[in-house]
């Protein structure tokens, strides 16, 4: 008995790591070259496809295989840019680096003197108006872009699958 | 296309277990507990394309039938899992952007003062359940109410500390 043909080759599992490879260094180059963080992770992925769909079709695997290395490829690029987030945004991020910084073991309260919660939503609050996504009008906050909502949406019904919650805070009605 | 078919096909039938076991009881260290559980139906997944060299339908799909094609299909359910994993901690704690636009939208067509989101999202919310989550993740250990970080913690925040100045880039947070 033939052993199987495969329809797929070595260069199928080497070109989504190759792609992020890509992405990556593209978006360190667009950083230090002044590119603003977001638009210089959107210029890595960009970077990243255009050589893993490029690389995926010049193979001689066919069709299949190159939109699955497109998909491994897009789930990587997307494993990076929330690690570049998360470095940008994460809470838990950096109350470890204020606790790493401090000459000596950090209480709560000297926790909140270096990052408070005002800090963190002077913060948010600058970003999403920065981004268009709300507006202020005399002290008082509007929605601009309904975007972020269909994503509060979305977190919103995994969160009630999952946990059973609406929010880590309030349970569900 | 088989790579494709299998590669989601897993990752589904991850998700399915994922959601049964947390109907069931919610685990303390969640992202924990989801990769362990993922990628046990992965492996089991792979042993059975492994025992099966000569291979097997599901709903008419073959399986994979060769080695490549397996790691090809399982690159897929790895990327999709890793994707998963950085969307779920969204899911398990609430993002305090989105946490800002749910307000607004509550508060509807009048508004929000931009007040009473400083009084209603206060470190009690914001910070404290955080720095919990770091005691849970052994990230960081308490003592006397004071908070270092373990050596797993530190090797995370110089990770971030090291990116973060490739960036040339601010404390973040």
Redesign the interface.
């Known amino acids: 008995m033939c052993a199987p043909v495969s329809s797929v080759n070595w260069q199928d599992l080497l070109i989504p790591p190759a792609g992020l490879a890509i992405n990556t260094a593209v978006q360190i180059l667009c950083v230090r070259r002044k590119t603003p963080l977001l638009k210089s992770v959107y210029a890595g992925f960009a970077a990243g496809l255009v050589f893993t769909v490029t690389a995926a079709f010049r193979n001689s695997s066919g069709l299949s295989a190159a939109l699955a290395d497109a998909v491994i490829y897009a789930g990587l690029g997307y494993c990076y840019f929330h690690f570049v987030n998360l470095g940008e945004t994460a809470r838990r991020i950096r109350i470890m680096r204020e606790i790493y910084e401090a000459p000596a073991p950090l209480t709560e309260e000297g926790i909140a003197a270096r990052y408070s919660a005002r800090e963190m939503l002077d913060k948010r609050l600058r970003r999403l108006l920065a981004n268009s996504q709300i507006a202020e009008k005399n002290g008082k906050l509007f929605i601009n872009r309904k975007s972020v909502l269909i994503m509060e949406r979305i977190l919103t019904l995994l969160k009630i699958i999952f946990t059973g919650r609406d929010s880590e805070h309030i349970p569900s009605q | ?4 078919i299998w ?1 989601f096909a897993i990752f589904a039938d991850g998700l399915l277990v ?2 049964l076991v ?2 069931f009881r ?1 685990p303390q260290r969640q992202t924990k507990a989801m990769l362990l559980l993922m990628f046990g139906v992965a492996l089991t997944a792979g042993l059975a394309f492994f025992l099966n ?1 000569g ?1 097997f339908s599901v709903f008419s799909v073959p399986s994979p ?2 080695p ?2 397996t ?3 399982l ?2 359910t790895v ?2 899992i ?2 998963w994993m ?3 901690s ?13 307000r ?2 509550e ?1 509807g067509p ?6 009473d ?2 009084q209603y ?3 009690e ?7 919990r ?2 005691i849970t993740d052994k ?2 250990v308490e ?1 006397n ?5 373990t050596a797993k ?2 090797r ?3 990770l ?2 090291f ?2 100045k ?4 601010d ?3």
């Open positions: 296309m088989k790579t494709l590669g994922q959601l947390w109907r919610r060299p291979g039938q060769t490549l094609e790691a090809h299909a690159s897929l990327s999709l890793l994707a950085i969307t779920f969204a899911v398990e704690a609430d993002s305090p952007s989105l946490v800002i636009m749910r607004i939208k508060a009048a508004g929000l003062d931009k007040n989101l400083y999202l206060n470190d919310l914001l910070l404290t359940p955080r720095i989550d770091l990230m960081a003592t109410g004071c908070y270092a970080l913690g530190a995370m925040t110089r971030f500390i990116w973060r490739l960036f040339k880039l404390k973040g947070g």
